[in-house]
Nanobody, 128 residues
C-alpha cells in the first residue's frame, strides 16, 4: 500500500499560480502511476492530470492543458502539480491518487474509474 499526503493548497487570485505537492510513503513510489483529481462543491470528482511510473508519459484534462504541469521526483517520493493562470472554475479540493503498475491499467481507465489510493485532499480557492 501507499499513503498520500497533499500540501500546497490555498487562496489565490485569478491568473495566479500554485504548486501542489503529494508526499508518498509505503511501498516503492516508483512502481505507481500518480494522478491528480479534483472535486468542486456540488460536483463529482474529476480527473485533472496523471503521470506514468517513470514520468515519461503525462495526461491532462483538456481545460488545464497548457496551464497545469504534473511532474514527479521518484528520489523524493513526491508528485507535483504546477498550476498557472488559475481560473475561478479551478476552485476545488484537489486529491492526489496512486495506482500500482502491477494492476496493468491504462490512463483512460484512471480517467474514468480513478485510482486505487487517495490522499485526503487540499483546497484550492481561486477568486476572480
Amino acid at each position: 500500500q501507499v499513503q498520500l499526503v497533499e500540501s500546497g493548497g490555498g487562496k489565490v487570485q485569478a491568473g495566479g499560480s500554485l504548486r501542489l505537492s503529494c508526499a508518498a510513503s509505503g511501498r516503492a513510489f516508483g512502481s505507481y502511476a500518480m494522478g491528480w483529481f479534483r472535486q468542486a462543491p456540488g460536483q463529482e470528482r474529476e480527473f485533472v492530470a496523471a503521470i506514468s511510473w517513470s514520468g515519461g508519459s503525462t495526461y491532462y484534462k483538456d481545460s488545464v492543458k497548457g496551464r497545469f504541469t504534473i511532474s514527479r521526483d521518484n528520489a523524493k517520493n513526491t508528485v507535483y502539480l504546477q498550476m498557472n493562470n488559475l481560473r475561478s472554475e479551478d476552485t476545488a479540493v484537489y486529491y492526489c491518487a496512486a495506482e500500482s503498475v502491477e494492476k496493468g491499467t491504462y490512463y483512460y481507465e484512471w480517467i474514468s474509474h480513478g485510482m486505487d489510493y487517495w490522499g485526503k485532499g487540499t483546497l484550492v480557492t481561486v477568486s476572480s
